[in-house]
């Protein structure tokens, strides 16, 4: 019999991503929702702890690295350096060594803030109005 705390260990690639997303948040994580099943993954667990963060955790096949790569870009997530660097050695590690660890189960934590759009436009406008 194998333990909650066991599966915890078990998988290899453990990601916590951090991104910031210009849209409602309650669209992305729906989005996301669907993209990830898309993909071939699952999702653990997903939630809204305040009006403008999402918290999802997910798990997919190695082999489907750059789709969900991919699929966190066109969903309007603007990633964190960190972010990048983990998902660009994560896909790059498993195309290298796709025969052997393509079956292999990634897992992705990933923290979305929103920022609302009228504060960036406003911000935007402001900084326009200076300089005229």
């Known amino acids: 019999?194998?333990?909650v705390l066991d599966v915890e260990e078990l998988v290899d690639w453990d990601l916590r991503l951090t991104?910031?997303?210009?849209?409602?948040?309650?669209?992305?994580?729906r989005f996301l929702t669907?993209?990830?099943?898309?993909?071939?993954?699952?999702?653990?667990s997903r939630s809204m702890p305040g009006s403008d963060t999402v918290e999802m955790s997910f798990e997919f096949a190695r082999s489907a690295s750059l789709e969900v790569y991919s699929m966190l870009i066109a969903a309007g997530l603007?990633?964190?350096?960190?972010?990048?660097?983990?998902?660009?050695e994560?896909?790059?590690?498993?195309?290298?060594?796709?025969?052997?660890?393509?079956?292999?189960?990634?897992?992705v934590r990933l923290l979305i803030l929103?920022?609302?759009?009228?504060?960036?436009?406003?911000?935007?406008?402001q900084r326009l109005i200076r300089r005229m």
């Open 19 to 29: 991104a910031n997303c210009a849209d409602d948040p309650y669209r992305v994580m």
């Open 90 to 107: 994560l896909c790059q590690c498993t195309k290298d060594l796709l025969a052997t660890k393509g079956f292999d189960v990634a897992r």
């Open 34 to 44: 669907g993209a990830v099943l898309t993909c071939g993954g699952w999702v653990l």
């Open 1 to 3: 019999m194998v333990s």
């Open 114 to 125: 929103a920022a609302p759009l009228e504060n960036k436009g406003s911000q935007t406008n």
């Open 78 to 88: 603007e990633l964190s350096r960190e972010a990048h660097i983990s998902m660009t």
